[in-house]
T-cell receptor, first 108, second 112 residues
Framework: GIQVEQSPPDLILQEGANSTLRCNFSDSVNNLQWFHQNPWGQLINLFYIPSGTKQNGRLSATTVATERYSLLYISSSQTTDSGVYFCAVNQAGTALIFGKGTTLSVSS | DAGVIQSPRHEVTEMGQEVTLRCKPISGHDYLFWYRQTMMRGLELLIYFNNNVPIDDSGMPEDRFSAKMPNASFSTLKIQPSEPRDSAVYFC??????????FGDGTRLSIL
């Protein structure tokens, strides 16, 4: 099956700093999603981005499907950005397969 | 619009008891997924349905686990008998065709 690798596994930032999270996947995919798991355990959809670039406020994401990777950018980080960020991919008609996540801690 | 609705939010029960988790997908979605999240194994797929038909149950850990989808608006995941190692957060998710997948808030299950 498809392998999804995320890096770094852990990230500690001061409030206001920028960061880049990476997701590599081992085969061609139809879909790619980024999620944020907040301290209450909820999985929040950030981006649905099988290819190209999208932006939503301080967050943006880029997927280069031909090279099998995606990047999540967080600018001017805030304490509320803390949590675990997951990348997940699937091929047509199959379920999302998750990476192990990046745990982000933002301190004030 | 209502999202994916799971119940109960929390369940604490004793080993050997039957546990039933419930899920109502988003209306119009034709795929439904059950996942389990633990510290050791992360988020792992248990089973998924397309148009109420189970497609892949290879992630179901053993025969003690069963899942049904009697109609397009309801699914259950049952564990009988439950064991302490089944303690985890169980998520239900749904999506329409190749659109984004949406998750419920999860059921936190503790087996004593």
């Amino acid at each position: 099956g498809i392998q999804v690798e995320q890096s770094p596994p852990d990230l500690i930032l001061q409030e206001g700093a920028n960061s880049t999270l990476r997701c590599n996947f081992s085969d061609s995919v139809n879909n790619l999603q980024w999620f944020h798991q907040n301290p209450w355990g909820q999985l929040i959809n950030l981006f649905y981005i099988p290819s190209g670039t999208k932006q939503n406020g301080r967050l943006s994401a880029t997927t280069v499907a031909t090279e099998r990777y995606s990047l999540l950018y967080i600018s001017s980080s805030q304490t509320t950005d803390s949590g675990v960020y997951f990348c997940a991919v699937n091929q047509a008609g199959t379920a999302l397969i998750f990476g192990k996540g990046t745990t982000l801690s933002v301190s004030s | 619009d209502a999202g994916v609705i799971q119940s109960p939010r929390h369940e604490v029960t004793e080993m050997g008891q039957e546990v039933t988790l419930r899920c109502k997908p988003i209306s119009g979605h034709d795929y439904l997924f059950w996942y389990r999240q633990t510290m050791m194994r992360g988020l792992e797929l248990l089973i998924y349905f397309n148009n109420n038909v189970p497609i892949d149950d290879s992630g179901m850990p053993e025969d003690r686990f069963s899942a049904k989808m009697p109609n397009a608006s309801f699914s259950t995941l049952k564990i009988q008998p439950s064991e302490p190692r089944d303690s985890a957060v169980y998520f239900c998710a749904s999506r329409k065709s190749n659109q984004p997948q949406h998750f419920g808030d999860g059921t936190r299950l503790s087996i004593l």
